[in-house]
Nanobody, 121 residues
């Protein structure tokens, strides 16, 4: 069982930064692939960034160079550093865990409750 709890969302002006956090608890302890997804109203959930158990990273083209995914050393917390935010980044952001290193939502088994990010112009 893997439980995920996000935090760090909020409102920011365009060009600003936010850091999202996702507390990961798993029992029994397992190595899982982690990712961030987002979903805006009326749109499908889309992959933002993923990090593998070997710390390889994968980013959506829309966030490359602006967002950074990383974990703390014990891998208890997943982070998403978001810089140079744009209004189109506004969405509910979800942390997810699964067994595949991809940005496809259907491949992830465990999900957090989501945290809202709003970027104003």
């Amino acid at each position: 069982q893997v439980q995920l709890v996000e935090s760090g969302g909020g409102s920011v002006q365009a060009g600003g930064s936010l850091r999202l956090s996702c507390e990961v608890s798993a029992y029994p302890r397992v190595n899982v692939e982690m990712a961030w997804f987002r979903q805006a109203p009326g749109k499908e959930r889309e992959g933002v960034a993923a990090i593998s158990t070997l710390t390889n990273t994968l980013y959506a083209n829309s966030v490359k160079g602006r967002f950074t995914i990383y974990q703390d050393n014990p891998k208890n917390t997943l982070f998403l550093q978001m810089d140079s935010l744009k209004p189109e980044d506004s969405a509910t952001y979800y942390c997810a865990a699964g067994w595949y290193f991809v940005l496809e939502p259907s491949r992830f088994e465990y999900w957090g409750q989501g945290t809202q990010v709003t970027v104003s112009s």
